[in-house]
T-cell receptor, first 114, second 115 residues
Framework: AQSVTQLDSHVSVSEGTPVLLRCNYSSSYSPSLFWYVQHPNKGLQLLLKYTSAATLVKGINGFEAEFKKSETSFHLTKPSAHMSDAAEYFC????????????FGAGTQVVVTP | DTEVTQTPKHLVMGMTNKKSLKCEQHMGHRAMYWYKQKAKKPPELMFVYSYEKLSINESVPSRFSPECPNSSLLNLHLHALQPEDSALYLCASMRTPGEGGNTIYFGEGSWLTVV
């Protein structure tokens, strides 16, 4: 079965410093991996996705993630945090069956301090 | 356009009420989903519709009744809910079930409070 594990439940960064959110996956196949962001009282917005085309994936708002098969990781990074990056971030993997079940990690709350 | 539209944004209902949540997408997506999200938790899958047919029911209580009238619409009918059903209900859609390279797009959600 496919699953993802987010290694940090809470990350605090200063504005202008790098952000690293860690996600490990477990899959027998080449996985489809996603990062979503959820701002307070909002729905989920797709940041980026990996579907085996390229190991370094660029997303919206300056975020990117690197797929590392040897480490079974798909960590999300941003060079310089902005106050608007304060939100909950979810890593997810899509099942390979016919129905597309999206399995989420527990989430990482990002706090950005001035 | 990757928009999934949900109405209403907020709903307060009594335990004896009957209400419905509505979801709409015009992207031609053939898979649609209902998720439930409690505070500080990831979304949990409730139902999957594939080509307008109910494909997955994740053991959801019968007081939640999904309906897919056509390929663009998804409803969630609510009846005799409990206070613990208060949550954010998210609708989502995906282009083609079972095809590689898919992406699931979410709506803004409907906040449900059961009193």
């Amino acid at each position: 079965a496919q699953s993802v594990t987010q290694l940090d439940s809470h990350v605090s960064v200063s504005e202008g410093t790098p952000v690293l959110l860690r996600c490990n996956y477990s899959s027998s196949y080449s996985p489809s991996l996603f990062w979503y962001v959820q701002h307070p009282n909002k729905g989920l917005q797709l940041l980026l996705k990996y579907t085996s085309a390229a190991t370094l994936v660029k997303g919206i708002n300056g975020f990117e993630a690197e797929f590392k098969k040897s480490e079974t990781s798909f960590h999300l990074t941003k060079p310089s945090a902005h106050m608007s990056d304060a939100a909950e971030y979810f890593c997810g993997t899509l099942s390979t069956d016919s129905w597309g079940k999206l399995q989420f990690g527990a989430g990482t709350q990002v706090v950005v301090t001035p | 356009d990757t928009e999934v539209t949900q109405t209403p944004k907020h709903l307060v209902m009594g335990m004896t009420n009957k209400k419905s949540l509505k979801c709409e997408q015009h992207m031609g997506h053939r898979a649609m989903y209902w998720y439930k999200q409690k505070a500080k938790k990831p979304p949990e899958l409730m139902f999957v519709y594939s080509y307008e047919k109910l494909s997955i029911n994740e053991s959801v209580p019968s007081r939640f009744s999904p309906e897919c009238p056509n390929s663009s619409l998804l409803n969630l009918h609510l009846h005799a809910l409990q206070p613990e059903d208060s949550a954010l209900y998210l609708c989502a859609s995906m282009r083609t079930p079972g095809e590689g390279g898919n992406t699931i797009y979410f709506g803004e959600g409907s906040w449900l409070t059961v009193v």
